[in-house]
């Protein structure tokens, strides 16, 4: 138990200092680069923060499991909203760029396109493939409107060296998230918690500690953007790559459940998302409440079935 009980509090320093060193090498890049900290959030810091995740879709898909992945994309997608922005608004109004809303409408609509394809029971190889030529288009469009070429000069340092950090970063909060989470699990069984209460809570709240603490810790930083930029474009990559690579290895045979509750679910919190920042520019207290009430609900039909 001693041994668990190290490893918990490592994985947690690195969350913790990981967090930091990310998010400013964030804020340092978006300078660097000219554009919006949302945008890099958006793109960099997702994928950063969610690399991981399609890596073992992938894996899991390969060894015949592909349905985990998309029970993982949607599920964190899902907490990502209601649980990681409910509890930094709480902290702080998380007050966004005048055009965050239409990412966020953006992700609504791929997410609305993927249970379309959920529809007959199956996504086969061929709509995993339209997932991720999708995204590669999304990349494309971002680059074209925001990334100009020439616009780098040394007064705004190294963005280079700083991808890299933040990077580097991403990845040490990525590992510390496992070492909390297989040293909680461990310890739990030790305790005799049950094996739902360990999957129901540590472990999905676990595959979305890396957004939860660089999202908290840029709201801390009072840096918003990165915050709620970080959460929309982890979500876009849930369920553009995570569930496209996995579904192009593997066809996934879509699990009722999630099709018929937690997706709708899910689809309701985008919604939700996208018209407080379109009408109000900002993920206020009051809806911070409402994701939390909503992500306690989903916790609650977990339990009960």
Same mark, same amino acid.
């Given at each position: 138990?001693?041994?668990?009980?190290?490893?918990?509090?490592?994985?947690?320093?690195?969350?913790?200092?990981?967090?930091d060193f990310f998010?400013?090498?964030?804020?340092?890049? !978006?300078?660097?680069?000219?554009?919006?900290?949302?945008?890099?959030?958006?793109?960099?810091?997702? $994928?950063?923060?969610?690399?991981?995740?399609?890596?073992?879709?992938?894996?899991? !898909?390969?060894?015949?499991?592909?349905? +985990? !992945?998309?029970? =993982?994309?949607? #599920?964190?997608?899902?907490?990502?909203?209601?649980?990681?922005?409910? +509890?930094?608004?709480? +902290?702080? %109004?998380?007050?966004?760029?005048?055009?965050?809303?239409?990412?966020?409408?953006?992700?609504?609509?791929?997410?609305?396109? !993927?249970?379309?394809?959920?529809?007959?029971?199956?996504?086969?190889?061929?709509?995993?493939?339209?997932?991720?030529? $999708? /995204?590669?288009?999304?990349? /494309?469009?971002? /680059?074209?409107?925001?990334?100009?070429?020439?616009?780098?000069?040394? #007064?705004?340092?190294?963005?280079?060296?700083?991808?890299? *950090?933040?990077?580097?970063?991403?990845?040490?909060?990525?590992?510390?998230?496992?070492?909390?989470?297989?040293?909680?699990?461990?310890?739990?069984?030790?305790?005799?918690?049950?094996?739902?209460?360990?999957?129901?809570?540590?472990? &999905? @709240?676990?595959?979305?500690?890396?957004?939860?603490?660089?999202?908290?810790?840029?709201?801390?930083?009072?840096?918003?953007?990165?915050?709620?930029? =970080? @959460?929309i474009g982890a979500? @876009?990559?849930?369920?553009?790559?995570?569930?496209? @690579?996995?579904?192009?290895?593997?066809?996934?045979?879509?699990? %009722?459940? +999630?099709?018929?509750?937690?997706? %709708?679910?899910?689809?309701?919190?985008?919604? *939700?998302?996208?018209?407080?920042?379109?009408?109000?520019?900002?993920v206020s207290r009051?809806?911070?409440?409402?994701?939390?009430? $909503?992500? &306690?609900?989903?916790?609650?039909?977990?339990?009960?079935?």
């Amino acid at each position: 138990m001693i041994v668990e009980i190290v490893a918990f509090i490592v994985g947690f320093v690195f969350l913790i200092k990981g967090s930091d060193f990310f998010v400013e090498a964030a804020s340092r890049v !978006a300078k660097g680069f000219g554009v919006s900290e949302f945008i890099i959030a958006l793109v960099l810091a997702s $994928i950063a923060t969610t690399l991981p995740e399609v890596t073992v879709s992938a894996l899991a !898909a390969y060894g015949g499991n592909s349905g +985990i !992945a998309l029970g =993982n994309a949607i #599920g964190s997608a899902l907490a990502n909203i209601t649980l990681i922005l409910g +509890i930094s608004s709480l +902290i702080l %109004p998380l007050n966004v760029e005048a055009t965050a809303w239409k990412n966020s409408l953006f992700m609504v609509v791929v997410t609305a396109y !993927a249970a379309f394809l959920m529809y007959d029971g199956t996504i086969s190889r061929l709509d995993g493939a339209s997932l991720i030529l $999708i /995204y590669f288009g999304f990349l /494309y469009y971002l /680059y074209r409107k925001h990334m100009v070429p020439g616009e780098m000069n040394a #007064g705004r340092g190294n963005p280079k060296r700083d991808v890299l *950090i933040m990077l580097g970063s991403g990845l040490v909060v990525v590992v510390g998230a496992r070492l909390v989470v297989d040293s909680a699990v461990t310890l739990a069984r030790e305790m005799g918690v049950p094996e739902v209460v360990i999957g129901l809570t540590l472990v &999905s @709240i676990g595959t979305s500690l890396p957004e939860l603490t660089n999202s908290l810790m840029a709201t801390l930083k009072k840096l918003p953007n990165i915050s709620v930029g =970080n @959460i929309i474009g982890a979500n @876009i990559l849930d369920v553009l790559m995570v569930i496209g @690579i996995a579904s192009v290895i593997r066809p996934i045979g879509v699990d %009722p459940g +999630i099709f018929s509750f937690t997706l %709708p679910l899910t689809l309701v919190v985008m919604v *939700i998302l996208t018209l407080s920042l379109r009408f109000t520019g900002k993920v206020s207290r009051v809806t911070g409440v409402v994701f939390l009430a $909503i992500y &306690s609900y989903f916790l609650y039909v977990q339990f009960s079935t």
